[in-house]
């Protein structure tokens, strides 16, 4: 487990865009998975996108196209960028760090599991509301 922290929420107006950062501490970036995981109040922690050590991406079904996951391994730094904003989007969101590759523990359907993620930050709150 290692420190990671982000950063970037807020509230923003529906349509609006936020871009999200996670900072990552004592470890070379360029050997982990990367991922950001969402909990919308009530709701159970969802994972949202994913990048690979191989630079391959994965993103939960309700924000392809919307949202961009990226990273800077020379900085230890992992992005989201979120455009498009609904109301449905509203959440905590968490930053995460793990050994293992993005879909391991997948079954019926491709989604990410969070037993795949060792180090987590203590979440941002982003609030889309008009």
């Known amino acids: 487990q290692v420190p990671v922290v982000e950063s970037g929420g807020g509230l923003v107006q529906p349509g609006g865009s936020l871009s999200l950062s996670c900072a990552a501490s004592?470890?070379?970036?360029?050997?982990?998975?990367v991922a950001w995981f969402r909990q919308a109040p009530g709701k159970e922690r969802e994972g949202v996108s994913c990048?690979?050590?191989?630079?391959?991406?994965f993103y939960e079904n309700s924000v392809q196209g919307r949202f961009t996951i990226s990273r800077d391994n020379s900085k230890n730094m992992v992005y989201l960028q979120m455009n498009n904003l609904k109301a449905e989007d509203t959440a905590d969101y968490y930053c995460?760090?793990?050994?293992?590759?993005?879909?391991?523990?997948?079954?019926?359907?491709?989604?990410?599991?969070?037993?795949?993620?060792?180090?987590w930050g203590q979440g941002t709150l982003v609030t889309v509301s008009s």
């Open positions: 004592g470890l070379s970036l360029d050997q982990y998975t």
């Open positions: 995460a760090v793990g050994h293992s590759d993005c879909l391991v523990r997948a079954t019926i359907v491709p989604q990410l599991d969070p037993l795949n993620f060792d180090s």
């Open positions: 990048h690979s050590v191989s630079g391959t991406t």
